[in-house]
């Protein structure tokens, strides 16, 4: 009964909260709202990015927060308010099957919509308490990555961190020390009581009801922590963790570690139920738990206390690498000894200083900090350049290698004890799975924005079409966000072709030249290509019309009608028992025509790749009514301007009662033969789902 109970209040606080969430309806459409900022923006190069609270809008929506894109010229200043005209979307974010899932963290933090700004129209001053403090500790620092680190550590603002500076934090798995999470919560709780315990030694201090007072300022402390960083799940979640079993020693009761994280997963189904539909609140659950176990063992033993804080961050260390896995992350060689010494760095030092900063930025000696935080930066960085020359670890790889660890670990332990490897095999379990060579071909259309990545897989060989485009930067978004996939999944190529040489279908060349350096190259531009993948050896595609030894068809372009770089693209036909398959780049719709009269015999065909990411200069109608039946997909951004796919596209497809699969909607999409036909898979969960409809 009680259980059913929960159950029901869970489903029903679930669908409060998928209420204020954008509706479809609203998709792409502009409103005014009043917006505040209580983070400084994310600077991304061509662009600038800030999560922001809405205080005002339109009787039509329930916003609660949104995620803005804006120039970089726009003043994004935090305190400020902005009554501004956005573009409106559901926020949804890409997806790629074992990588971050985005749509999930913007879900579970209560990010209803993401905007793009289209014009300030007024601004007003509004500064938040953590924003008056910012601006008061801001002038004593000299630089701005320690100011970064602070702002990360002291206000819960990981959005203060540049681009730059994340990744290097990222790169070497320290992510979630400039995170506020449960580690934080917990250091700040653990100088509460120490601060308690010296009170205690006033003349005196023994009449105030020591044991009370330390329960009340242990909770207080920690409690004011995380109000001041935003009220973040993960520190909501410890916060939670530990005011539970302090309120029953407030009232006489004493709970088990079991009782106690039952009853937060109680809590927080009921103060943010959204957060159990990503498994990082299940395996942040699991682990606690498993450390729970090791903690009472190893207290048992009266182990000095720097020992069984050793032990616990080496256990931590060890269940992260399979935890990484299902994460999606690349495992760091060197993880382990890096967190064994950056965690007590951050925790002991750096955090109670940032505290300390924060109370009297003028007299905590910040230079000190500075130079702290810069040699530490330093250090970083070398370890991360050599993380950037090594691959990510397949999922059986990492399990093997997180079981010996933990082989080793379990020794320290009773032999009743190791029963906790079993929850380690089910987090590897949950892990992305090593594929197969298919028994008959398959199609991977991978989600990378606004671009072009398709997996093509035979028996006896594997292409890769297009390689993804770049970041602002010139970073390959294929290097930094299918290297991994390709490597958990143990996939070899035979072939990389690219269609033509626009950023957005050869950004990764070069990342996937070096990653299969015996690969056959193929190009519609072999030249460009050449010159942006920084190798040699690409064969034009348009002269390969007989080739024999490729498993697909390549149906030549003409000079005269290669007029630009789409107009190169390469297209190609691969016959299947199930039907035909058309891949044709971003073609216009002048080759469109050309191929009807061409190859009149490759019509109709069985799955179309729909040209130019929607754009209205393909998929003439006359080309896409030569396969009424076909299974439509399109690689796409969510973009608002130039709007891909194409209203024009989107109206006659619907006119016509004809889906379409995006990407930009459904994620990656894997398709399929099924009984004699094609079914397309993807990995949308059932909250993705909802937003679709």
């Known amino acids: 009964m009680l259980g059913g109970a929960l159950v029901l209040v869970l489903l029903v606080r679930l669908e409060w909260e998928l209420e204020r969430v954008l509706p479809r309806v609203e998709q792409h459409k502009a409103h005014v709202l009043t917006v505040c900022l209580d983070q400084p923006a994310r600077d991304y190069g061509d662009y600038q990015a800030a999560v922001v609270r809405?205080?005002?809008?339109?009787?039509?929506?329930?916003?609660?927060?949104?995620?803005?894109?804006?120039?970089?010229e726009v003043a994004l200043v935090p305190g400020e308010c902005l009554v501004a005209k956005v573009r409106l979307r559901q926020p949804l974010g890409r997806l790629v099957p074992g990588n971050f899932n985005p749509t999930r963290y913007y879900f579970s933090e209560r990010i209803d919509a993401l905007a793009t700004l289209v014009e300030v129209e007024r601004r007003f001053t509004r500064p938040s308490v953590p924003t008056r403090l910012y601006r008061r500790a801001e002038p004593v620092f000299a630089g701005s990555q320690a100011l970064g680190v602070w702002a990360a550590l002291a206000l819960g603002w990981s959005g203060a961190l540049d681009d730059s500076l994340s990744d290097v934090f990222e790169q070497n798995q320290i992510k979630h020390l400039v995170v506020v999470s449960g580690m934080h919560v917990g250091m700040v709780a653990a100088w509460a009581l120490f601060a308690c315990g010296l009170l205690m030694r006033v003349p005196g201090a023994d009449r105030l009801g020591v044991g009370l007072m330390r329960l009340v300022s242990v909770a207080a402390a920690s409690g004011a922590f995380v109000a001041l960083t935003g009220f973040g799940f993960p520190g909501v979640r410890a916060w939670v963790m530990l005011v539970i079993p302090l309120t029953a020693l407030a009232l006489g009761f004493r709970l088990s570690s079991t009782q106690v994280l039952a009853?937060?997963?109680?809590?927080?189904?009921?103060?943010?139920?959204?957060?159990?539909?990503?498994?990082?609140?299940?395996?942040?659950?699991?682990?606690?738990?498993?450390?729970?176990?090791?903690?009472?063992?190893?207290?048992?033993?009266?182990?000095?206390?720097?020992?069984?804080?050793?032990?616990?961050?080496?256990?931590?260390?060890?269940?992260?690498?399979?935890?990484?896995?299902?994460?999606?992350?690349?495992?760091?060689?060197?993880?382990?000894?890096?967190?064994?010494?950056?965690?007590?760095?951050?925790?002991?030092?750096?955090?109670?200083?940032?505290?300390?900063?924060?109370?009297?930025?003028?007299?905590?000696?910040?230079?000190?900090?500075?130079?702290?935080?810069?040699?530490?930066?330093?250090?970083?960085?070398?370890?991360?350049?050599?993380?950037?020359?090594?691959?990510?670890?397949?999922?059986?790889?990492?399990?093997?290698?997180?079981?010996?660890?933990?082989?080793?670990?379990?020794?320290?332990?009773?032999?009743?004890?190791?029963?906790?490897?079993?929850?380690?095999?089910?987090?590897?379990?949950?892990?992305?799975?090593?594929?197969?060579?298919?028994?008959?071909?398959?199609?991977?259309?991978?989600?990378?924005?606004?671009?072009?990545?398709?997996?093509l897989e035979w028996p006896d060989a594997t292409w890769l079409y297009d390689t993804a485009g770049q970041w602002s930067d010139g970073r390959s978004i294929a290097a930094q966000r299918l290297a991994g996939w390709f490597k958990r999944r143990d996939i070899e190529l035979d072939g990389i072709l690219v269609s033509h040489a626009d950023l957005d279908h050869v950004g990764g060349a070069a990342w996937a030249v070096h990653q299969w350096p015996a690969a056959r190259r193929l190009a519609g531009e072999p030249d460009a290509v050449a010159s942006i993948a920084r190798a040699r050896g690409w064969q034009d595609c348009h002269a390969l019309a007989e080739d024999a030894?490729?498993?697909?068809?390549?149906?030549?372009?003409?000079?005269?009608?290669?007029?630009?770089s789409n107009a190169h693209s390469c297209v190609i036909a691969i016959d299947t028992p199930s039907g035909r398959v058309l891949i044709t780049g971003d073609a216009d719709r002048l080759v469109e025509y050309w191929l009807l009269q061409a190859f009149p015999e490759v019509f109709p065909v069985a799955i179309q790749v729909i040209g130019h990411h929607g754009s209205h200069t393909s998929s003439a109608s006359a080309f896409l009514d030569a396969s009424p039946d076909a299974l439509l997909l399109v690689s796409s951004g969510d973009r608002a301007s130039p709007r891909w796919p194409s209203r024009p596209l989107l109206t006659y497809l619907g006119d016509r009662g004809r889906p379409l699969t995006s990407t930009a909607r459904r994620g990656t999409v894997t398709v399929v033969q099924r009984d004699g036909g094609w079914r397309a898979l993807d990995r949308a969960s059932a909250f993705r789902e909802r937003l679709l409809e």
């Open 263 to 455: 009853s937060a997963a109680v809590a927080i189904a009921v103060l943010q139920p959204q957060a159990w539909l990503d498994s990082g609140a299940w395996l942040s659950f699991g682990l606690v738990a498993v450390l729970v176990r090791l903690a009472e063992r190893w207290r048992s033993l009266e182990l000095p206390t720097w020992q069984l804080a050793i032990r616990l961050q080496l256990a931590l260390s060890v269940l992260m690498v399979p935890v990484g896995s299902v994460m999606g992350f690349d495992w760091h060689p060197l993880s382990i000894p890096i967190n064994l010494v950056m965690i007590p760095l951050v925790t002991l030092v750096v955090l109670p200083w940032s505290l300390v900063i924060l109370a009297m930025p003028t007299l905590a000696w910040v230079p000190g900090y500075e130079s702290l935080v810069s040699i530490g930066i330093e250090v970083l960085d070398v370890l991360a350049d050599w993380h950037a020359s090594s691959p990510a670890w397949t999922g059986l790889e990492v399990g093997l290698v997180g079981v010996g660890l933990w082989f080793l670990l379990s020794q320290m332990v009773a032999g009743r004890q190791r029963w906790l490897l079993v929850p380690m095999l089910a987090i590897v379990g949950l892990g992305p799975r090593t594929s197969s060579a298919p028994e008959a071909f398959r199609m991977t259309m991978l989600d990378v924005g606004h671009g072009e990545a398709i997996l």
């Open 54 to 72: 809405v205080v005002d809008q339109p009787e039509a929506l329930t916003l609660r927060r949104v995620r803005v894109t804006a120039e970089p």
């Open 549 to 564: 030894s490729l498993t697909f068809r390549v149906l030549p372009i003409p000079k005269s009608f290669r007029v630009d």
